[in-house]
Each structure stands twice: as structure tokens, then as C-alpha cells.
């Protein structure tokens, strides 16, 4: 069993910048491929970003060149950076745990936070 819980959105102006965290529970975070989804009212959840186990690093072409995605094994972390935000980036931002390094698909992530909301003005 895997929690996590997101923290670090808020409300900025376009062309700011956010870094979002994600806390996870449990012993073997390492082994687990971290994903960032994010869904804006009345549009499906899509995917932002990855790191899988090997560290390597997936991004949606949205936001390839703005978002950083990172982790951190021994305080069971991943973060997201987001730089040159747009009205666009608007969303509830979730992270999400794959236990089999499959990162693409919502349907492949087993545990999921509570998301945190980022809000980009123009």
C-alpha cells in the first residue's frame, strides 16, 4: 500500500513558476514509476509527466522544455517543477504510483493522491 499526498499549487501569474511535491508512503517508493496527471474542469485527466525507477524522465510534448519531474528515494519524494506557466496549465495537478514502470496510461498508475490545484492567470 502506497498514500500520497501533493502539496505546492496555488495561484500565479502566467510565465511564473510552481514546484509541486508529492510525499509517498511505504518502504519501497524506489521501485515504483511516479507519475504527474492533471485534469481542468470538464476535460479528461491527461498525463504531464514520469520518472520511472531507472530514472528516466517522460513528459507530454504540452509541456516538454517548461516541466522538470524529479525524484528523491530517501525522502520518498517526487516533485515536479513547472517554469513558464500558462493560463493553459490551469488544472487540479495528481500524482500517481505505477508499480509495473508503465507510465503513459492513467489506468497503469494503482495509487493515486488528492491532487493540488494550480491556477495560472493571465
Known amino acids: 500500500q502506497v498514500q500520497l499526498v501533493e502539496s505546492g499549487g496555488g495561484l500565479v501569474m502566467a510565465g511564473g513558476s510552481l514546484r509541486l511535491s508529492c510525499a509517498a508512503s511505504g ?3 524506489s521501485n515504483y514509476a511516479m507519475g504527474w496527471f492533471r485534469q481542468a474542469p ?3 485527466r491527461e498525463f504531464v509527466a514520469a520518472i520511472r525507477s531507472d530514472d528516466g524522465t517522460y513528459y507530454a510534448d504540452s509541456v516538454k522544455g517548461r516541466f522538470a519531474v524529479s525524484r528523491d528515494n ?7 517543477q513547472m517554469n513558464s506557466l500558462k493560463p493553459e496549465d490551469t488544472a487540479l495537478y495528481y500524482c500517481a ?3 509495473n514502470n508503465a507510465i503513459w496510461a492513467y489506468t497503469s498508475y494503482t495509487y493515486w493522491g ?8 493571465s
Open 27 to 29: 518502504r519501497t517508493f
Open 42 to 44: 470538464g476535460k479528461e
Open 74 to 80: 530517501v525522502k520518498n519524494t517526487v516533485y515536479l
Open 97 to 99: 504510483a505505477s508499480g
Open 114 to 121: 488528492q491532487g493540488t490545484q494550480v491556477t495560472v492567470s
